[in-house]
């Protein structure tokens, strides 16, 4: 990271982070304002997510919250292929917000792809319904790699229908952040190599390990798309950012820090320099907690395979957390999904902030209701205060006290465009 990059201890501080806020981001960016002017200066999630106290009931979204657990969205979406829905900007906005109107979640994440980059560089990508992304050229050769489209002044262009779906998304969400993110050199490299989603990721491991200086270009080019499409997010009103690697967890740790760390941190430092926490996330990588953090993240995203408590063993200590109820017991009792959530609270109360999560994304198959229900379980939880590095319990920062009411449901408005949501 640079020295010019917003560092964990500037996050923790109220005064300097504030001045970061009005010297690197625009004036009309969401986090200039409070929430009493549709603002998310003092939203308790990200308090959370900077490791600062707040009184506020817990804080949760989930991943793939949009999507099709929801039939206001399948609605919508008819008719319109995944990646196109993505660049229409009102309805990427609309399934942005979607969530957030039915199941009063504490942010939106922005509707879009880890392939939408690529798509926006030139190259031909579409996702397959129950497949993923496929594409239509694997890069596996140097070749390959040389006839990568150059990403100049036309791809900047090329984001315009991201950073306009951003803008109308914000506008809608007023005091409720919204999370951008991009997925991770490495998951979206690996698409690129296999040319459609596998199970081992071995063509990709393989190409990383037999020709690691073309493996090391295409992985460059995917960080500089990508990142340049998690700017533009932020830019235009993303108050926070998540990297997603979801196949990390097939590398081990010395092959992640080799071929697929420097990736990732030259992702996160296209946007290290903006006061917007960075959230990362690997499936099935407890044994990467470590290495992802060095990777340039503020905050630990961690699946269900590990507990918040095991995960920050491995982290330094004040580390926030997000996560992690085990997607299954979408698919219990109540009582079994309650009693999961409870759990999940008790063991983030020891991070300097945890906001909650699921340990995946929503599986399709999801009654909404249930998501709905959890929501509000949590939310009638009392506020699990975050503690400082040093283990006590700290007041610094913003005070977020009465905040409650605004929970997850700050600034958006009925249905506009659905009469389905609940
Ligand atoms: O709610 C959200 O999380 C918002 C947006 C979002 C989507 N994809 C929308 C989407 C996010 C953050 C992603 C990230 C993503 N995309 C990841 C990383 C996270 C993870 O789940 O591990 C990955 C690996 C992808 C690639 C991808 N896109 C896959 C594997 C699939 C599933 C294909 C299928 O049909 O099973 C997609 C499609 C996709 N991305 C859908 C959505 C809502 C479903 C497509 C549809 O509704 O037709």
């Known amino acids: 990271m640079t020295e010019n990059s917003t560092s964990e201890a500037v996050f ?106 690529m798509r926006l560089a030139g190259l031909e990508v579409e996702i397959k319904p129950g497949v993923g992304p ?55 490299a690996s698409y690129l190599v296999e040319g459609a989603p596998s199970r081992d990721h071995l063509a990709a491991r393989a190409l990383m390990r037999s020709k690691p200086q073309v493996w090391d270009r295409l992985a460059a080019w995917v960080a500089e798309a990508s990142g340049r499409f998690l700017r533009a997010q932020v830019l235009a009103g993303a108050s926070a950012v998540q990297q997603f690697d979801s ?18 941190r030259a992702l996160f430092d296209h946007v290290a320099d903006l006061p917007v926490p960075r959230v990362h996330f690997g499936v099935g990588a407890a044994h990467l907690l470590a290495p992802m953090h060095e990777a340039g993240a503020t905050v630990m995203g961690v699946d269900h395979r590990i507990t918040l408590t095991e995960a920050a063993t491995h982290l330094p200590p004040g580390t926030p957390l997000q996560g992690n109820i085990d997607p299954a017991v979408l698919f219990t009792s109540e009582q079994v999904r309650f009693a999961e959530a409870d759990r999940v609270l008790a063991d983030g109360a020891a991070a300097a ?63 506009v465009t659905t009469g389905t949501a609940g």
């Open 353 to 415: 902030g945890h906001v909650v999560n699921l340990g995946h994304g929503v599986p399709p198959e999801t009654d909404p209701q249930v998501l709905t229900d959890l929501v509000a379980h949590l939310h009638e939880q009392p506020s699990v205060s975050a503690s400082s590095p040093d283990g006590s319990s700290s007041s610094q920062g913003l005070s977020t006290a009465g905040a409650p009411a605004q929970s997850g449901s700050g600034g958006v408005e009925a249905p």
């Open 247 to 264: 196949w990390a967890g097939s590398l081990s740790e010395h092959t992640y820090r080799t071929g697929a760390l420097p990736h990732s």
């Open 12 to 117: 923790r501080d109220t005064a300097s982070y504030r001045d970061r806020v009005r010297s690197h981001l625009p004036q009309d960016h969401p986090l200039q304002r409070s929430s009493a002017d549709s603002g998310t200066a003092e939203a308790p999630l990200l308090a959370r997510y900077r490791g600062v106290s707040t009184d506020a009931p817990p804080s949760v979204w989930f991943m793939r919250q949009a999507g099709r657990s929801l039939p206001e969205y399948r609605k919508l979406r008819e008719g319109t292929t995944m990646l196109d829905s993505c660049l229409i900007p009102e309805m990427a906005a609309e399934i942005t917000v979607q969530p957030v109107r039915r199941h009063r979640v504490d942010a939106g994440i922005f509707f879009s792809d880890i392939v939408v980059p």
């Open 134 to 188: 496929v594409f239509a050229r694997p890069v596996r050769t140097e070749t390959d790699v040389d006839a990568l489209p150059v990403l100049d002044d036309s791809f900047e262009e090329a984001l315009e229908p991201i950073r306009e779906a951003v803008r109308l998304t914000v506008a809608e969400l007023g005091s409720t952040p919204l999370i951008g993110f991009a997925g991770a050199p490495f998951t979206v």
